[in-house]
């Protein structure tokens, strides 16, 4: 007897033993890959189409159409709750692609569409009340977007965890924990926390190697997310670069004073993306 | 020429502002600019002399423009930066995804400070010491009731002209070490006791409340756990009340008079200003 199971875009088919088989199946995904590394440019871009993203170079289609693939036909974890698996991904792929050319619009345009709306599990809630609703605080302040944790399973995100199985209410806790973790740290950088109080930016570059130092393993976007939920500035911008050190290189016919105000090169200290 | 130049005077920038532009030529209808100055009386000048004197291609020769509206107070050029792209761009800003595009009915004027207003309200830019300044009051628009912005935001209304911030004067080729000496002498000289802690500040370290009367003096960090005791989950405060006066300060405006520019701009009388005739006239 066989079982074909559609959960939203996840194909599922069950097997159970036949007469001649009896090794038991686990749900397993069973819509084999196509051969997309064998088809020809035209046919890729119909079929990157109908997931919404707009046609691109040959090699890059083809590794587009298996990483979709990957994802719509991922192993579903038994203790998952009922939260549709592909809501991120139909919300991923509802986002015209152009978007990706906004870089670090990508990994979180899945999150931004999915609103968090599992509660944390009661044991896990710890006694102190100010405690808890610094968590919660912390929590939707980091939420403050729409970003969602439940979306991380499925996620294209460059954090999502290598072992893609996880609960939903596991990658809650997972990053929640981590943001704890960069607040704790900021808080214990005298130095670092004395830059931010006084409003300088920090280059998230650097910001980075310390979280990476510490163990801290957050991903660029969430951990955008945090900074801005704080209103922490940042810079992608090289250290020893600013906007205005770059600005007064590029001078035109009215001098450094015409130049600072103008609009050349100065969108690269924003990275446009935000 | 013989004199050597040994003497440098570094001016700093100390105001950012994000202004909006409006046409008020009747062959363009109202349109809207954006852009990001530190000297918004020179800007504006450059956007009307037009794009060989220094103002923008996209506002050349499709004047005249009035400079109406100007937020201002972002502590560095890159948060003011971040803060135009965003406000020009607002349906590809992520932290705008819940403001709706512009309705038919809406002007582009009414339909730039819709955003703007929304803009004031979330993050990143929500507990930062910003100031919302309409420039001409004939444009000047309320806020919509459920846009109000957040109670440290005042709005403001006037021109104003931006100071420079200045720097004392240094010899070149020995700036690090005399900046160094210079930051010692201070120590040595002033070290004070931090008001909460009770500790030593350095003066690198220092925020002292800046109403004359008090003048009392903490560590930056010690200060910013005092403030943010209201507001547990973030890390950057946005106002409280000095330990030692009880006068309620804004963390901008702490910040601001220890970089010595708590005055990063001074209002101007129109009269004061070189500009067109009618500015002068009373409303």
């Given amino acids: 007897m066989h079982i074909s199971v559609v959960l939203n875009n996840v194909f599922l088919f069950v097997s159970s033993a036949s007469s001649h088989n009896k090794r038991r199946r686990t749900l397993v995904a069973i819509t084999p890959l196509p051969h997309y590394s064998d088809m020809d440019t035209p046919e890729?871009?119909?079929?990157?189409?109908?997931?919404?993203?707009?046609?691109?170079?040959?090699?890059?289609?083809?590794?587009?159409?298996?990483?979709?693939?990957?994802?719509?036909?991922?192993?579903?974890?038994?203790?998952?709750?009922?939260?549709?698996?592909?809501?991120?991904?139909?919300?991923?792929?509802?986002?015209?692609?152009?978007?990706?050319?906004?870089?670090?619009?990508?990994?979180?345009?899945?999150?931004?569409?999915?609103?968090?709306?599992?509660?944390?599990?009661?044991?896990?809630?710890?006694?102190?009340?100010p405690h808890r609703e610094e968590e919660a605080e912390l929590l939707s302040a980091s939420q403050g977007s729409?970003?969602?944790?439940?979306?991380?399973?499925?996620?294209?995100?460059?954090?999502?965890?290598?072992?893609?199985?996880?609960?939903?209410?596991?990658?809650?806790?997972?990053?929640?924990?981590?943001?704890?973790?960069?607040?704790?740290?900021?808080?214990?950088?005298?130095?670092?926390?004395?830059?931010?109080?006084?409003?300088?930016?920090?280059?998230?570059?650097?910001?980075?190697?310390?979280l990476k130092a510490a163990g801290i393993r957050l991903g660029a976007a969430k951990l955008v997310d945090y900074l801005d939920s704080q209103c922490i500035t940042f810079t992608t911008a090289k250290p020893g670069q600013s906007a205005s050190s770059r600005r007064r290189g590029k001078r035109t016919a009215k001098g450094t004073k015409a130049a600072r105000d103008r609009g050349v090169g100065r969108k690269r200290a924003v990275t446009a993306m935000i | 020429m013989v004199y050597m130049?040994?003497?440098?005077?570094?001016?700093?920038?100390?105001?950012?502002?994000?202004?909006?532009?409006?046409?008020?030529?009747?062959?363009?209808?109202?349109?809207?600019?954006?852009?990001?100055?530190?000297?918004?009386?020179?800007?504006?000048?450059?956007?009307?002399?037009?794009?060989?004197?220094?103002?923008?291609?996209?506002?050349?020769?499709?004047?005249?423009?009035?400079?109406?509206?100007i937020i201002h107070g972002f502590p560095s050029d890159i948060a003011a930066l971040r803060f135009e792209w965003a406000w020009q761009h607002p349906h590809s800003s992520r932290r705008l995804s819940h403001v709706s595009r512009r309705s038919k009915k809406e002007s582009s004027l009414q339909f730039h400070w819709r955003v703007v207003s929304n803009?004031?309200?979330?993050?990143?830019?929500?507990?930062?010491?910003?100031?919302?300044?309409?420039?001409?009051?004939?444009?000047?628009?309320?806020?919509?009731?459920?846009?109000?912005?957040?109670?440290?935001?005042p709005i403001a209304f006037g021109s104003v002209r931006a100071k420079k911030k200045k720097l004392?004067?240094?010899?070149?080729?020995?700036?690090?070490?005399?900046?160094?000496?210079?930051?010692?002498?201070?120590?040595?000289?002033?070290?004070?006791?931090?008001?909460?802690?009770k500790g030593l500040v350095k003066v690198s370290e220092k925020l002292s409340c800046f109403h004359p009367s008090c003048g009392?003096?903490?560590?930056?960090?010690?200060?910013?756990?005092?403030?943010?005791?209201?507001?547990?989950?973030h890390l950057l405060p946005v106002e409280g009340d000095c330990p030692a006066c009880r006068r309620s300060v804004l963390w901008g405006s702490l910040v601001r008079h220890k970089h010595c520019c708590f005055g990063d701009l001074e209002e101007i009388t129109p009269s004061a200003s070189q500009r067109h005739w009618a500015d002068e006239l009373q409303i």
């Fill in chain 1, 44 to 129: 890729l871009k119909n079929k990157l189409t109908r997931f919404g993203v707009r046609p691109l170079p040959k090699r890059q289609m083809i590794l587009k159409l298996k990483e979709i693939h990957q994802y719509t036909h991922q192993l579903v974890s038994s203790d998952s709750e009922g939260e549709a698996p592909s809501a991120g991904c139909t919300a991923r792929t509802k986002h015209p692609h152009t978007s990706s050319e906004v870089p670090g619009n990508r990994p979180a345009s899945c999150a931004q569409r999915v609103t968090f709306k599992e509660p944390r599990a009661p044991a896990a809630v710890s006694p102190l009340k």
């Fill in chain 1, 146 to 210: 729409n970003t969602s944790s439940t979306a991380a399973k499925l996620c294209l995100s460059s954090d999502s965890d290598s072992d893609g199985g996880i609960s939903a209410s596991q990658a809650v806790n997972r990053l929640q924990d981590r943001l704890r973790a960069v607040r704790s740290l900021i808080l214990s950088d005298s130095r670092l926390y004395s830059q931010i109080l006084q409003y300088q930016p920090l280059v998230l570059s650097q910001l980075q190697e310390r």
């Fill in chain 2, 5 to 69: 130049l040994t003497l440098r005077c570094y001016l700093l920038e100390s105001f950012f502002g994000v202004y909006m532009l409006y046409c008020t030529n009747p062959k363009f209808k109202g349109r809207i600019y954006i852009g990001f100055t530190v000297n918004p009386e020179r800007r504006i000048g450059q956007h009307n002399a037009g794009r060989h004197r220094g103002g923008a291609k996209r506002t050349s020769g499709r004047g005249p423009w009035e400079m109406v509206l």
């Fill in chain 2, 119 to 153: 803009m004031l309200r979330v993050a990143p830019w929500n507990r930062l010491p910003l100031t919302a300044r309409w420039l001409k009051q004939e444009y000047r628009m309320d806020f919509e009731p459920h846009l109000q912005p957040p109670l440290h935001i």
């Fill in chain 2, 168 to 197: 004392p004067l240094q010899s070149a080729g020995e700036e690090e070490e005399e900046k160094e000496e210079k930051e010692e002498k201070e120590e040595e000289e002033e070290t004070s006791r931090c008001f909460l802690c």
């Fill in chain 2, 216 to 233: 009392m003096s903490t560590h930056v960090i010690c200060l910013a756990k005092h403030f943010l005791k209201s507001e547990p989950s």
